[in-house]
């Protein structure tokens, strides 16, 4: 039943209106009956009637007014939010809706400005519920729309805060829910009680300078894919070189300077036939801005990229968002960051700009993806044995003994007991070659220039037993998919990141690092005198360190997997 009070005020404020007309309110216009008057807490309680509406539909976990009526997992917070407010309407007020709500609504319907969707938190629904509650709206419809916007604010500032999946999902090793934000309190105290909820909000977003050049990045994709035609490139079965006739050069030209690998100053000519000056320039600066080789030539894979459709760029950038939001929001120390699709580590200045960046390769080559997680580094060995893991011996080192005996002693390799005593650093006998197998005896690899670690390795004690390290083969960095690991990460020139590492160690500078490196100290450890956190991470798209866009492929088919996850119902 209609409270009869609250029906009279409807008549007194409908009279309002034809007086006053329409006023402003955040870039739309409202009808004045949304206008907030001043608020004093608890002046007008909620009729008996709009108390059980409220209870009946947090009590059920649904509201069918939302696009996502369910909202079990939410249910614990809506009730202790509305308990704080005595189970009385908390959006809606003297027959008004509050100001907070106002500025709430318009976060929920710009939400794509975040890389969120808005149909998620019923973007193109509120300014219809805001006209039906002007139509003298039931206590029921009070209550649907005051649930409905406070679930829905909780799953917006849960999205922006730590995501709108949870990383657990994928077994990553990230834990931004370990400490998860008290959303009840959170939008009682910051939200309803503020002058200026979205300031409140957007605090609680990534601190970080990649998650907000990334996001500052978004509109611009956005337009370009408003002004793009869409024309594909045309493929060829040989790679395009600097001075060949090429047939798709005016398509090259105008998305080449749509997206600013060519500047917009630069005058082209639409009938160019033969592949040269400011195309080519413009392939190089888009290759090299991809972490690519920048040869200029128009290869099978360049032209691929070319060819990727506007709208799923986009979609990278947003799922690289969304993983950014997984993440820890602050570290006890300026951390070190490996963003696996790039092929780059990344070691962070305590402002959050980057000291430094290193190459690395990465695992997925031999079956073995590198890991995503957060861990601490510990200490650092020099010179150290590659203790080979129990798969690679089965699958790799056994083999190649059963076919060559002297295997082990070509590649300066040892068989060693279970307590580190050396068996034979030489040739295997069938004897030894079956503890071999049965893992009662185990393989390494010595100390020196052909080990596989190279001359040092970073520890981050973790199940998969993954680190950081040198290579013996440092020839690999010049490829560009550099996935030629078991899983862990080789460093490019690793003694500058030791010595960033070890920087709060007295004494141990660059030098004594590349002395120690080069030394006749064996397998030596130096623990570090206050740990550093390792994030270990995976963003297909970034902005670099000059400001850039970058985009690289789906190494591990993540991306497909999240956006999957995206597209489920809403938890």
């Known amino acids: 039943m209609r409270n009869p009070g609250l029906r009279f005020q409807y008549v007194i404020v409908l009279a309002s209106i034809?007086?006053?007309?329409m006023v402003f309110a955040r870039g739309e216009f409202f009808p004045a009956f949304f206008v907030e008057r001043p608020f004093v807490?608890?002046?007008?309680?909620?009729?008996?009637?709009?108390?059980?509406?409220?209870?009946?539909?947090?009590?059920?976990?649904?509201?069918?007014?939302?696009?996502?009526?369910?909202?079990?997992?939410?249910?614990?917070e809506l009730a202790r939010f509305y308990e704080m407010n005595s189970y009385s309407l908390a959006w809606v007020q003297n027959g008004h809706v509050r100001p907070q709500a106002l500025a709430v609504i318009e976060l929920l319907k710009n939400s794509n400005a975040k890389g969120l969707e808005p149909e998620d938190y019923d973007g193109p629904q509120w300014q219809n519920r805001l006209a039906k509650l002007g139509n003298d709206g039931s206590e029921q419809d009070l209550a649907s729309f005051d649930v409905a916007l406070t679930v829905?604010?909780?799953?917006?500032?849960?999205?922006?805060?730590?995501?709108?999946?949870?990383?657990?999902?994928?077994?990553?090793?990230?834990?931004?829910?370990?400490?998860?934000?008290?959303?009840?309190?959170?939008?009682?105290?910051?939200?309803?009680?503020?002058?200026?909820?979205?300031?409140?909000?957007q605090r609680l977003e990534p601190p970080f300078l990649g998650y907000k050049k990334l996001l500052a990045l978004l509109?611009?994709?956005?337009?370009?894919?408003?002004?793009?035609?869409?024309?594909?490139?045309?493929?060829?079965?040989?790679t395009i070189v600097p001075g060949r006739p090429y047939a798709s050069l005016a398509r090259l030209g105008r998305f080449l300077q749509l997206i600013g690998d060519i500047p917009a100053s630069t005058q082209?000519?639409?009938?160019?036939?033969?592949?040269?000056?400011?195309?080519?320039?413009?392939?190089?600066?888009?290759?090299?801005?991809?972490?690519?080789?920048?040869?200029?030539?128009?290869?099978?894979?360049?032209?691929?990229?070319?060819?990727?459709?506007?709208?799923?760029?986009?979609?990278?950038?947003?799922?690289?968002?969304?993983?950014?939001?997984?993440?820890?929001?602050?570290?006890?120390?300026?951390?070190?960051?490996?963003n696996l699709p790039e092929y780059r580590l990344r070691a962070m200045n305590t402002d959050g700009t980057v000291a430094f960046y290193k190459n690395v390769i990465i695992g997925k080559a031999y079956g073995h993806k590198s890991p995503i997680f957060e861990k601490e580094i510990q200490y650092v060995v020099f010179r150290p044995y590659w203790d080979v893991t129990p798969s690679i011996q089965r699958n790799e080192i056994v083999p190649h003994?059963?076919?060559?005996?002297?295997?082990?002693?070509?590649?300066?390799?040892?068989?060693?007991?279970?307590?580190?005593?050396?068996?034979?650093?030489?040739?295997?006998?069938?004897?030894?070659?079956?503890?071999?197998?049965?893992?009662?005896?185990?393989?390494?690899?010595?100390?020196?220039?052909?080990?596989?670690?190279?001359l040092v390795k970073i520890i981050f004690p973790n199940p998969e037993n993954v680190y950081l390290h040198g290579t013996d083969a440092p020839e690999l960095f010049s490829a560009d998919v550099r996935d030629f690991s078991h899983g862990c990460i080789r460093v490019q020139k690793p003694a500058d990141l030791v010595a960033w590492v070890l920087r709060n160690n007295p004494g141990w500078d660059l030098e004594r690092v590349q002395a120690t490196m080069n030394g006749d100290k064996d397998n030596l450890q130096v623990n570090l005198a206050s740990r550093i956190p390792v994030l270990?991470?995976?963003?297909?798209?970034?902005?670099?360190?000059e400001n850039q866009i970058r985009f690289f492929d789906d190494i591990y088919g993540y991306d497909a997997e999240l956006e999957k996850a995206l597209a489920a119902d809403y938890q």
């Open 268 to 338: 082209l000519d639409p009938n160019q036939k033969i592949y040269e000056g400011a195309l080519v320039e413009g392939v190089k600066h888009y290759q090299s801005r991809h972490g690519e080789n920048p040869t200029g030539k128009l290869d099978a894979r360049t032209i691929n990229e070319l060819n990727t459709p506007a709208p799923i760029r986009i979609r990278q950038i947003k799922l690289t968002l969304e993983r950014w939001r997984w993440l820890p929001h602050s570290f006890g120390a300026p951390p070190v960051v490996v």
């Open 41 to 76: 807490a608890g002046a007008w309680p909620s009729s008996g009637s709009s108390v059980l509406a409220l209870h009946g539909i947090v009590d059920s976990a649904r509201d069918a007014d939302l696009r996502w009526p369910d909202f079990a997992a939410y249910k614990t």
């Open 536 to 545: 270990i991470v995976y963003g297909t798209a970034t902005v670099n360190e």
């Open 219 to 238: 509109p611009e994709y956005e337009e370009y894919a408003r002004k793009d035609d869409g024309e594909k490139l045309q493929t060829t079965a040989k």
């Open 152 to 201: 829905s604010a909780m799953r917006y500032i849960r999205a922006i805060h730590c995501g709108r999946v949870s990383p657990k999902e994928f077994n990553f090793q990230l834990d931004m829910e370990g400490s998860p934000l008290p959303l009840a309190e959170f939008i009682q105290t910051h939200v309803l009680n503020s002058s200026d909820p979205v300031a409140e909000i």
């Open 401 to 454: 003994i059963q076919k060559d005996p002297n295997y082990i002693a070509k590649h300066n390799f040892e068989v060693v007991t279970p307590q580190g005593e050396v068996v034979t650093d030489n040739q295997v006998t069938p004897e030894i070659l079956e503890g071999i197998k049965s893992l009662h005896l185990m393989v390494r690899q010595k100390p020196g220039d052909t080990n596989s670690l190279g």
């Open 18 to 21: 034809v007086l006053a007309g």
